[in-house]
C-alpha cells in the first residue's frame, strides 16, 4: 500500500526549528510512526481506533477570496452562492473547542491540532484557540490565505503556534490574485506579503525558530507553467514549499461516488460535487519539467525543501492523475479514519476533511472521545477498510496526502 511522508531531506532542512520543542517534534514522531505501521500491517478486523492522533476544525465557512481551484467557493463549489447569515451563526462556539481539547487530554489524547476553513482568520476564536493549544503543548497549525495574519503576528509567535501553511498560488500579484480573487478586488498577495514580513520580524524579535512558514501551492492550469517562479519569488521568506496536485473528481466518478455511498450508508452524498474540476493542468509535459526543476533548485544546500502531494511524477502518471479518475497509484488504504477526526463549522464530526457527507455526531451535544468509537464511527471503518474506498477517495487528501 502506498502512502505520503514528508521525506528526510525536508525533515532534516526543517528540523532545527523545531528541535527546541521536543513537545512538538515527538508528537509528530508518534503520529507518523503509526502511519508506517498502520499502512505495513493494516488495521485489523476491529473498526475501533486508538489514539486520536490529529483533530482538524474547520472553524468557519467564510471566506475573503473566491479561488478557482476551491471546492467550497469556487464557481462549482457547494458554498457558491449559499447566505452567510445562517454559517455564521452555526459556528461553534469558541469556548466548546476549548473544552473538547480538555476532555481530549484528560482521556489521554494528545492530538496535533489543524485550523482550517473557510479563512480560519476570520472566525473569531481562532486565536484564543491556537493559546488553549499551545498551552496544553498540542502542537498547532493553521492553513490561511493570509489575509489577517499580520495584525496577529505577535500572538501566533508568543503562543507558539507550530505551523503556519499560507496558500500561493502565483509568484506576482497579477498571477496570484487572479487564481485566488478577494471578494470586493482585495489584493491577496500584498496581504500575504505583509503577513511573511510581519511573521518574520516577530520570530526573529523573540529569537524563535516558530512558527515553522509553509508555502502551499495548488497546481492549476493557471500556474503549472510557473511553479519554479513560486519558489524563486519566496524561497528567502517561507521554510517549506508543498505543491498539491490538487483534488478533483470527473461527472461519472460522481455519480459512481453516489451509488456507492447510497448503498453503504442509505443516504446521496452531495458535497463531492463542489470538486468537480475544469481548473487541471493539461500541459502534462510542462508540468513535469516544472516538477522536476523544484527538485534541482530545492536540492541547493541552505534553500527550503520542496514536497508535492501526492508524490506522483513522470509525464504519463501525471496525465493520468488527471484523466483518469479510477488510477488510485497504490493509494488503497484509509488509515487517517483511524488517527484522525474531522470537526465542521457547523460542530459536526465526520471521518471525512473534503467529503464530509458521513456524520457521526456533533461536538456541541457530545465530546469527541464519546463519537470517536461510536457505532457510526466503527460502521464507516469497517466498510472502508472491508469493501475498500469509495470512487470519491482516488483524489483525496485523507487517502493521498495525510
Not at 4 to 9: E, K, S
Not at 50 to 74: A, P
Not at 167 to 187: K, L, M
Not at 331 to 355: H, K, T
Amino acid at each position: 500500500m502506498k502512502r505520503d511522508a514528508v521525506g528526510i531531506g525536508a525533515l532534516l532542512k526543517c528540523f532545527g526549528r523545531l528541535a527546541p520543542h521536543p513537545w512538538i517534534w515527538t508528537r509528530l514522531a508518534g503520529l507518523q510512526t503509526e502511519k508506517w505501521f498502520l499502512n505495513a500491517f493494516g488495521p485489523g478486523k476491529d473498526p475501533s481506533a486508538g489514539k486520536i492522533r490529529q483533530i482538524s476544525f474547520r472553524v468557519t465557512d467564510l471566506c475573503n477570496l473566491r479561488c478557482i481551484t476551491c471546492g467550497q467557493w469556487g464557481k462549482t463549489g457547494f458554498l457558491h452562492g449559499r447566505d452567510l447569515k445562517p454559517l455564521k451563526s452555526n459556528e461553534v462556539d469558541p469556548r466548546r473547542y476549548v473544552e473538547i481539547l480538555i476532555d481530549l487530554f484528560e482521556h489521554g489524547h494528545r492530538p496535533c491540532v489543524y485550523l482550517w476553513g473557510g479563512e480560519p482568520m476570520l472566525y473569531r476564536g481562532t486565536l484564543d484557540l491556537i493559546d488553549a493549544a499551545a498551552s496544553m503543548r498540542l502542537p498547532v497549525s493553521i492553513a490561511t490565505n493570509g489575509s489577517f495574519v499580520a495584525p496577529a503576528a505577535s500572538r501566533l509567535v508568543r503562543a507558539p503556534l507550530f505551523l503556519l501553511q499560507v496558500s500561493i498560488d502565483g509568484h506576482c500579484a497579477e498571477a496570484h490574485n487572479a487564481i485566488r480573487p478577494g471578494v470586493g478586488g482585495a489584493d491577496n498577495f500584498a496581504d500575504i506579503e505583509r503577513a511573511l514580513s510581519a511573521v518574520r520580524r516577530e520570530r526573529e524579535s523573540a529569537r524563535s525558530g516558530l512558527p515553522l512558514i509553509a508555502s502551499l501551492t495548488v497546481i492549476s492550469r493557471e500556474n503549472a507553467h510557473r511553479l519554479t517562479d513560486i519558489y524563486r519569488a519566496f524561497r528567502d521568506r517561507v521554510d517549506l514549499f508543498v505543491f498539491y496536485l490538487s483534488w478533483w473528481i470527473d461527472a461519472p466518478g460522481a455519480a459512481d461516488h453516489e451509488e456507492d455511498f447510497r448503498r453503504r450508508f442509505g443516504s446521496t452524498p452531495t458535497l463531492h460535487r463542489g470538486w468537480i474540476a475544469d481548473w487541471k493542468p493539461i500541459d502534462h509535459t510542462a508540468l513535469n519539467a516544472q516538477i522536476e526543476a523544484l527538485k534541482a533548485q530545492s536540492a541547493h544546500p541552505g534553500r527550503p525543501p520542496v514536497v508535492l502531494i501526492p508524490n506522483i511524477t513522470g509525464e504519463e502518471n501525471l496525465r493520468s492523475y488527471y484523466t483518469d479518475h479510477r488510477n488510485r497509484f497504490g493509494f488503497d488504504r484509509c488509515i487517517s479514519i483511524y488517527q484522525a477526526v474531522e470537526v465542521d463549522s457547523n460542530g459536526d464530526l465526520s471521518p471525512c476533511r473534503d467529503y464530509h457527507d458521513y456524520v457521526v455526531g456533533n461536538i456541541k451535544d457530545e465530546t469527541v472521545t464519546r463519537l470517536w468509537n461510536s457505532p457510526a464511527y466503527r460502521r464507516f471503518r469497517r466498510s472502508i477498510t472491508g469493501e475498500g474506498p469509495m470512487p470519491v477517495c482516488s483524489r483525496c487528501c485523507g487517502m493521498m496526502g495525510y
